[in-house]
């Protein structure tokens, strides 16, 4: 019976391995495109910020 329960818990956290790759991937990608411009944003808010001072 434990065997059971056991092969079914390491059923279950091998579904949420795979289910969670693609989306841990198509993070990863977002991130990497999405920090440049989060940089430049930044750097165009501080000159913004110096030519007010």
């Given at each position: 019976m434990?065997?059971?329960l056991k092969s079914l818990g390491g059923l279950?956290?091998?579904v949420?391995?795979?289910v969670a790759a693609?989306?841990?991937m198509v993070v990863d990608v977002a991130?990497?495109?999405v920090k440049p411009v989060a940089e430049v944003a930044?750097?165009?808010v501080?000159?913004?910020k110096s030519?007010?001072?």
């Open positions: 434990f065997g059971l279950a956290a091998d949420v391995q795979v693609p989306v841990e991130v990497a495109a930044k750097e165009l501080a000159d913004v030519l007010k001072d």
